[in-house]
């Protein structure tokens, strides 16, 4: 299974941000390949991740949730990761199966990245994992999901970027 992973700068980041996040996706499929059989066989996945700004994030979180605040990310699932449309006609390696997608804010991720000591680049990345993750149907209703999702994104970051400090959340 491929993933197929645009990358959309809506808000000025640094360009090396796009393999980065394109490179540790790949890792957190990887990862997660194993809990997700029925997609192992469904060709390609299809994902964007568009960068923005603080005002862009508020008005969707308020048009989306009902939360007239900012957030770091947000996620929109397009199918369920673990509902099959037919099996007996998967699609083609040329119609990636598209998953969703998740938009972060750039300013948000700034002060997050700040407070945790790790730079801007590794807290993008590590937000499109936990994005990306909510794609795949994970979700954290209390802590202990949370931190699962929290060292599935953290195990994907190291294989890429292993210099940066270990994030403390």
């Known amino acids: 299974m491929g993933m197929q992973i645009k990358v959309n700068l809506e808000h000025p980041a640094d360009p090396i941000i796009v393999p980065v996040i394109r ?27 568009t960068l923005v700004d603080g005002e862009t994030i508020r008005e969707l979180n308020g048009r989306f949730r009902g939360k007239d605040e900012l957030t770091d990310v947000l996620a929109f699932p397009l199918l369920d990761a673990h509902q099959s449309d037919d099996p007996f006609s998967p699609p083609s390696a040329q119609e990636p199966r598209e998953l969703g997608d998740v938009v972060i804010s ?20 590590f937000l499109a994992c936990h994005g990306t993750l909510h794609l795949l149907g994970w979700d954290h209703p209390d802590d202990s999901s949370l931190e699962s999702m929290h060292q599935i994104s953290l195990d994907a970051l190291a294989t890429v970027l292993p210099e940066d400090p270990v994030l403390e959340l």
């Open 23 to 49: 490179s540790v996706l790949r890792s957190l499929l990887h990862t997660v390949a194993g809990e997700y059989p029925e997609l192992n066989d469904r060709g390609q996945l299809s994902v964007d991740i």
């Open 106 to 125: 750039v300013p948000v991720a700034d002060e997050g990245a700040k407070a945790r000591g790790v730079s801007l680049v590794h807290e993008l990345a």
